[in-house]
């Protein structure tokens, strides 16, 4: 008998690496978005990232204190191998791409050829075709260590330097692109003016307070900023991170413990301080949202706060409802990274946190532990109608983004 | 089932892959120490192109006679191929995950025929 032999079609790119384009790495979401239709979808992704410390040196040309920028620019323009100027951080710890396994967390470092507007914003728009997306929120990188600098005056002038370029340089660039602009939150009165001079920029949906920090969330000296921020109707959001010398982090001696704990640490700190503090009954127009901790702690802490709570009332007296009560009505969830090892544990979670309102789809892009949008389609337990609540239509209630008419599903 | 060409023996760097593209399937096609493997280029975890990503030898931890730890080491003679979007690891030969064989790579069947690489899809 004759086989008919067929010769195959080498694909182009072989091997992936730090110099893929974006489009090329993210070609099979690519695909599922097509197979999905979710060109008849809104899907939003409330935290993705760029690097600002690629472009630092422009950066700091936008720091307010004439002093600071002059020493920023001579630092950028005659040290070799320094690293940001005035940036606290991890500075070789970088391990999050686990030896040069996941390329795009190494460097993103593809050919941009478009030069009519920042190379960010042709990264995220590669990005936002990859995944179909209509809206991303974009966060900084290294300045998620911000709250931790020995120098509060730093992390005012760094936070207002990065939301000047942030609104003139990279949001202009594309209408789709969004953010949730960093405050300075160890200067609460500087805070309440960052909030005031960027919070009607134009892409400014929010606000971030970056959570690695030591200052207690329900201190009386941040009342006047919840107001104001209650006052905007825009949300606040508590963007996690790590921070290894924490003294117990400080025990795990692998990248994985560490930052599998200490993503959601400090969110579960500020997260416990803010309702017990009854932060919710005195800003009931105040809503925020838990960034990048995954959603897993969660029932975790409902629970156990529900259950010492009932002990404990006369700790508590602000509160009218059980904590868990707090923590899926005024409180919203991003997805990222999403736990599914078990699914009836998702399905659990899912039902606890009321997903079907209070969850927030998120890629983390271009990050090691990135989801998709089908992690959120391809749920089992999820009809098409809470599946577009969470990939979308739950976050253009919460920010007032546009819903066209063929997106409501 | 269609018999599809991938290349000649001799054009394969050993270990070394052919990634194709068969209709809408993609496929993984790899060498190592003589022997051909393929794999299915849809990571089992969310998707990804695991076939494209990085060949990193496996890992093993040292222990001492006492259970202490000394550090890490190479597995030499055991090929992973990482998939690039996650960092999931697969035994190049086995197509399993190192830490969790349950989850694996589908596999595709490989002849060598005079020299000829073929894999043979639906
Ligand atoms: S898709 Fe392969 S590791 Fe996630």
Redesign the pocket.
Known sequence: MDVRITPAQPMPIQEIDVRTDTRDILAHSRKHSEKAGYADWLIVDIDAHHTETVSWGEVVKFIDDPVLRDQADTYHRDRVGAPPYGLNGDLGLRYQDVGGRIPHQSGIRETVDDTSVHRDVTLSRRAMDSFQLDYMVLFPTPMLFLGMHPQPYMEVVLCNAYNRWLTEEILPGDPKLKAMVVIPFNTPEEACKTVERFGKCPGVIGFTVTSTRYKPVHSNEYMRLYRMIEETGKPLGFHAGYHWQDPSLATCNSFLGMHSLGFVWANMVHMTNWVLNGIPERFPGLKTVWIESGIAWVPFLMQRLDEQYLMRQSEAPLLKRMPSEYMNTNCFYTSQPLEKGNMKAVECTFDMIKAETQLLFATDWPHFDFDSPRVIYDMPFLDEMQKRRILGLNAAELFGLEVKPHQRG | MQTVRVGRVNEFEDPGRKVVAVGETEIGVFCLDGEFYAWVND?P????P?CQGRFFTKVLEVLGADQSSHGRTYEEGTLHIV?P????EYDVRTGKHPGAPDIALTPVTVQVQDGEVHILVD
């Open positions: 990571c975890h969310q998707g990804g695991v998939c979007w996650h960092g999931f």
